[in-house]
């Protein structure tokens, strides 16, 4: 007996599947995940027409474009300077009161403006780019505002708020207790965002896109340098999506159903929603891997599944089918 997926997905705007001809409900889609900024009535209205529910994808920590009009968010490294931009991504200063007001006030207008049937969290992690073979991992953020805070939580009192010198100071000597609060900040963002998902949207899913590393991987980065906390974040979130980029990251189609089993056993059977890759960059993606890596994820586990991009795969017409037969598949009601 097939296996029965609840939530079988695209990732941005679907425009370009309906350009091609397609129906949503043809394909098998029943749920389209989309940037909050993209969000219209016109999209909303389609896509409950033809079945599908319509979850936005929030760009939580992205600070391109607000620290360049905002220095005093900028994250700052541990030689005491604005950390540079990697090589697509700005991150910015969590702490930052302004940043954490502005965000606050574009997720209560999305939520007021659009009916959404959840928030999925995205860039949620400090300054770092993980998407890539030889990731980005700087140590941050060790500007006024984050030495103040981790002081006033931890009870532990810096020598000095200069960046370059506060940093040297906690790395050799409370380095456990400076990775322990910069999750922290982590949860405090994701129960902010939670409280507001539910007192706009009752009912509404909170999600969270993130990086696909074990607790080992890169020496244990994704919490000693992203900040995330899995087993803590798994309480706040009703789905984890591991952005599961096979291409992007260099890895084999099976990862991906390695890593879903993986965290599958940690987070909970059904609660793990993968994004797969099926956009061709940085090399082509073909039609046999873009099935491979959705049946791994789906054997390994996964309630839900999506892929990157609607685009993508709608460029494609082989691709349109590997949807179109396993949402099929995936979608027929269990046996009795």
């Known amino acids: 007996m097939a296996q029965y997926v609840s939530h079988r997905g695209v990732y941005s705007d679907p425009k370009p599947l309906w350009a091609a001809g397609a129906r ?56 005491g300077e604005r950390a540079p931009a990697a090589a697509w991504f700005m991150g910015v200063c969590p702490t930052d009161p302004g940043f954490r007001d502005y965000r ?47 002081q006033a939580r931890t009870k532990i009192k810096l020598p000095t708020l200069d960046g370059k010198q506060a940093a040297a100071f906690l790395l050799s000597k409370h380095a456990k207790e400076w990775r322990r609060w910069r999750a922290q900040v982590l949860e405090d963002w994701a129960g902010q965002m939670r409280g507001i998902v539910q007192a706009r949207r009752p009912g509404a899913l909170l999600g969270l896109y993130h990086c696909p590393w074990t607790d080992e991987e890169y020496s244990g980065a994704r919490e000693r340098i992203l900040g995330l906390d899995l087993q803590r974040l798994n309480r706040l979130f009703d789905v984890l999506s591991p952005m599961v980029y096979h291409g992007r990251m260099g890895r084999r189609p099976e990862w991906v159903g390695q890593y879903v089993r993986w965290l599958s056993r940690r987070a909970g059977a059904r609660k793990v929603w993968p994004i797969v890759q099926a956009h061709g960059e940085p090399g082509p993606v073909s039609p046999g891997d873009f099935e491979a890596v959705m049946r791994h994820a789906v054997s390994a586990g996964a309630g839900g599944i999506m892929m990157f991009t609607s685009r993508a795969v709608a460029e494609d017409p082989a691709k349109v089918e590997v949807v179109r037969r396993l949402y099929g598949e995936w979608g027929a009601k269990r046996a009795n």
């Open 24 to 79: 949503l409900d043809e394909l098998g889609v029943n749920a389209v995940f989309v940037n909050g900024g993209s969000l219209n009535d016109a999209l909303m209205e389609r896509a409950a027409r033809e079945g599908a529910k319509v979850y936005a994808e929030f760009a939580t920590l992205n600070g391109k474009g607000y620290v360049e009009k905002h220095p005093e968010a900028w994250p700052i490294n541990d030689k």
């Open 104 to 150: 606050k006030r574009q997720l209560e207008q999305m939520l007021d403006r659009f009916e959404v049937a959840g928030v999925w969290l995205d860039y949620f992690h400090w300054h770092a780019q993980f998407e890539d073979p030889n990731p980005i991992l700087p140590e941050t953020c060790f500007n006024e505002s984050c030495l103040r805070a981790f």
